[in-house]
């Protein structure tokens, strides 16, 4: 019953929102979203690049995520 109500407490505390913006994205962003594409697998643009268009500006730079699989 514990573990049920800590549940519904961060089911209420976490919401979410989304807000419609565009991005446009460099050639080689959009080749590596493509590979990652073919091989099943989600590229998300996370950081200050999202800041940057949710303000209206065109991101400078993209952070870089590496993976060790």
């Known amino acids: 019953m514990k573990g049920f109500i800590k549940q519904k407490i961060r089911e209420q ?3 979410e929102s989304r807000v419609p913006f565009k991005l446009a994205l460099p ?6 979203q493509a ?4 091989n ?3 590229l ?3 950081g200050g ?7 209206g ?5 993209f ?3 590496f993976f060790n699989l």
């Open 40 to 42: 099943g697998f989600k």
């Open 63 to 65: 952070d870089r995520l």
């Open 57 to 61: 500006k065109q991101p400078k730079d």
């Open 44 to 46: 998300y643009v996370v």
């Open 27 to 32: 050639s080689d962003i959009l080749a590596i």
């Open 13 to 15: 505390l976490i919401t």
């Open 49 to 55: 690049a999202v800041r940057d268009a949710l303000l």
């Open 35 to 38: 590979v990652f594409k073919q």
